[in-house]
């Protein structure tokens, strides 16, 4: 039992190990339509890799809907069980942590040589359609309650600005950031006006898919440390290249970036060099300017029920982003100089009067 899914193994046999993979359902479940186009873009991708790529994922053999004709009695997908641990759970020396990050690389530079014209996810095994972004923080209900989708988007402008709206439209309804909504409505705020043009250049047009849950436990490795498997695609989208590209967490000192450092670890400074040393100047750059990516990441619809992370990715952000030139000292500094700045807001008055 995963965080989202049920892994229910299938053997036959000959010694043939398939997954049923099944979705949990708890009182945080999106609704059923939302997870079945979760099941169908994660069969997309897996077959979309697994045919275009030499990136080694588990093979696709079925897959249904959560629907009243579906007699299993719930959505599923069927694939390969890999051997293998998860790299995250491995102590790894000088020289295996340089295989894997060689590694690594072959697996971004085989994922830069198939770009897409939109962003959002894959809406078909059987065709490469883009379709609305699924992640849990861009989807929302109407008043009769049916699914309302972001995307898919062709400007990463449009895109960033219409999660970044979503968000204020759910802070504002009291449904997400519940804890700090007053402060979170004024880090989108501020991300919307006055750091989203500044970070955001033109991508003419080209996105690349990333794996939106790289803590590393996707990685599955052998006792030699090759990597046998790349997992849990199930949010996997198309984005920007210095989104897509941006370290895997996994390669983060969680302590240190939490802690509102943004130095880039030991294991990031090896990969971009890795990049570097390959020709891959672009993915090097998206690695050693990754803060950026990852900082909006974590203050955009992220870490909603961690209030005490937000200062620290904010300031985090601001810093990335205006470097030696950022406008402010300190997080209540910045928490002063905006609340002045929207005091006339009628967001910010109601969330005032609410709290």
């Known amino acids: 039992m995963g965080g989202m899914n049920y892994h229910i193994p299938i053997n036959f046999v000959d010694g043939v190990t398939w997954l049923c993979r099944v979705r949990r359902q708890n009182i945080t479940s999106t609704l059923i339509a ?37 007699a299993i009695g719930v959505g599923y997908i069927l694939i390969d069980k890999l051997d293998g641990v998860p790299l995250s759970n491995c102590d790894l020396g000088e020289d295996d942590r340089k295989h894997v990050l060689n590694q690594l690389a072959d697996i971004f530079i085989s994922l830069k040589q198939h770009s897409f ?78 750091i989203i043009n500044v970070i955001t250049m033109d991508d003419n047009g080209k996105f690349f898919l990333k794996h939106m ?87 955009v619809g992220g870490d909603v029920d961690d209030p005490d992370s937000l200062p620290n990715h904010f300031m985090g952000l601001l810093k990335a982003t205006f470097a030696r030139h950022a406008p402010f000292d300190s997080w209540d500094q910045w928490r002063e100089s905006v609340l002045r700045r929207y005091s006339d807001d009628d967001g910010l008055k109601l969330l005032i009067k609410r709290s």
């Open 34 to 70: 939302h997870q079945n186009l979760l099941i169908k873009s994660e069969a997309a991708t897996y077959r979309f890799i697994s045919s275009r790529t030499s990136i080694p994922v588990p093979n696709v053999h079925d897959y249904a809907y959560y629907s009243p004709s579906n």
């Open 213 to 299: 849950d790289d803590k590393g436990d996707h990685i599955l490795v052998d006792d030699a440390f090759n990597i046998v498997g790349v997992i849990d695609w199930e949010w996997a989208q198309t984005t920007t290249l210095s989104e897509a590209f941006s370290a895997p967490l996994y390669l983060l000192d969680v302590g240190e970036y939490y802690g509102g450092s943004n130095d880039l670890s030991r294991e990031e400074s090896e990969f971009a060099s890795i990049l570097t040393q390959r020709g891959e100047d672009l993915l090097a750059s998206a690695i050693s300017q990754g803060r950026i990516a990852h900082r909006l990441a974590h203050c």
């Open 117 to 194: 014209s939109e962003i959002g996810c894959l809406a078909s095994p059987e065709a490469l359609s883009i379709g609305p972004v699924l992640e849990d923080c861009a989807i929302d209900t109407d008043q009769e309650g049916h699914l309302r989708l972001l995307g898919p988007f062709n400007s990463a402008l449009e895109y960033r600005r219409s999660l970044i709206k979503h968000q204020i439209e759910l802070i504002l309804r009291g449904e997400t950031y519940t804890n700090n909504a007053i402060d979170a409505y004024l880090v989108h705020r501020f991300i919307l006006d006055d």
